[in-house]
């Protein structure tokens, strides 16, 4: 049975415990203090999202000079005089690590958005942003992702290294991390090259957790840096090591080394979507990510691509189209590519024909996540 929805106030402002409804997903938040609870998913009847410390919530981070020294320990193989002063950041004070959360002032809903009003927490705020809002979007239908919109108001500049971030607390164990990267989904248990940092990971489209009962995915639309259930700033791990279940996404951060002064300023504005899977449907993750994207993008073309093909790109190629096409599966299937009119010619990824005959359906077996290139060609009349 799902929890009890907590009270629903008409209206805005809202007040006490409240609720925002869609067909497929509700959001459960405090419009007293600003936290929000839990995101559930009415067609899995299970919570997606839910924490010790809320969903969504924004963190801003200055680091030490004891943790860039850990860092380099961690990281480095030879200790060279430039790699010291990049990474080490010479003169840098010997300060202690802060952590800051913005204070709440109100928020504002109707049937299927809240947006949630935050000013800087009180003393030194360092160069965090003077004041944070964020908006949270159900969809109209069941199909539809969960949208949130977050915007960082006079960000000041400084010296100190920092970093921001927005958490995505999963409910439930952690059966299983997928990460999105490279036209593929590794498992960073298995998959990410040991030796290699298991802290931080680059994301092209989506990263997710399975648990029992579900497969919590999120989209992060600007920020292609997270981490799982750990600040990954000044983090090097050689090995992976299991952390709570939680994808944290880097919003910025000004870590890495470089022979000039750097910072970061102004007002900024960062998207996300987040979309719940049954838990026996994590091979459809990656497809369910890209069909998404390519909604939005509304594509359309004269090619017709059966699933679990993808044509993710078609642009102009001399007297053709280079077509690339990519199975969206982690197994091989069998499946077919084709367009009246056109004759497909298999190519390479720059549109020069390889030794095949040109063909009105390109038919065979894609192995997992295989990219494919073809140049079409109009057939005259």
Not at 97 to 124: I, K, L, N, W
Not at 300 to 309: D, T
Request: hydrophobic residues 40%; contains cysteine.
């Amino acid at each position: 049975m799902p929890p009890p929805e907590p009270e629903h106030a008409q209206g805005t402002p809202r007040t006490g415990l409240c609720s925002l409804t869609s067909p497929r997903y509700r959001l459960d938040y405090n419009a007293d203090t600003g936290e929000i609870l839990r995101l559930y998913d009415n067609a899995l009847n299970a919570p997606l999202l839910e924490g010790e410390n809320g969903i969504f919530a924004y963190r801003y981070d200055r680091y030490s000079a004891a943790e860039m020294t850990e860092y380099l320990r961690a990281y480095a193989y030879r200790f060279s005089d430039w790699g010291i002063a990049d990474n080490g950041r010479i003169e840098y004070p010997e300060c202690a690590h802060v952590t800051r959360h913005p204070q709440f002032e109100r928020c504002e809903a109707s049937e299927r958005q809240a947006t949630f009003f935050y000013r800087a927490a009180e003393g030194e705020r360092f160069g965090d942003a003077e004041r944070v809002e964020l908006t949270v979007t159900l969809p109209e239908d069941a199909e539809g992702p969960v949208h949130l919109t977050l915007r960082l108001l006079g960000k000041r500049a400084t010296p100190y290294v920092e970093s921001g971030a927005l958490s995505f607390p999963v409910a439930g164990r952690a059966q299983a991390l997928y990460i999105n990267k490279a036209g593929q989904v590794l498992r960073p248990e298995t998959d990410i090259a040991s030796g290699a940092n298991h802290a931080f990971y680059a994301v092209e489209d989506v990263a997710a957790i399975a648990t029992a009962q579900s497969v919590v995915a999120v989209m992060p639309r600007d920020t292609p840096l997270v981490s799982i259930g750990e600040n990954g700033v000044y983090g090097f791990r050689r090995m992976y090591e299991p952390h709570a279940p939680e994808i944290r996404c880097c919003l910025f951060n000004t870590m890495w080394g470089t022979n000039f002064p750097q910072w970061i300023e102004g007002d900024f504005t960062f998207t996300f979507d987040v979309l719940g899977l049954p838990a026996q449907d994590a091979a459809r993750l990656y497809s369910e990510a890209e069909t998404l994207l390519d909604a939005e993008a509304g594509i359309a073309s004269p090619f017709v691509a059966e699933e679990p093909l993808r044509i993710c790109g078609a642009q102009p190629c001399g007297a053709g189209t280079l077509l690339h096409v990519q199975n969206l599966s982690g197994e091989a299937c069998r499946a077919t590519l084709h367009a009246e009119g056109w004759t497909l010619l298999p190519s390479d990824l720059y549109g020069e024909p390889l030794p095949a005959n040109g063909v009105h359906r390109a038919n065979g077996v894609f192995a997992p996540f295989e990219l494919r290139s073809y140049l079409a060609k109009r057939e005259e009349n």
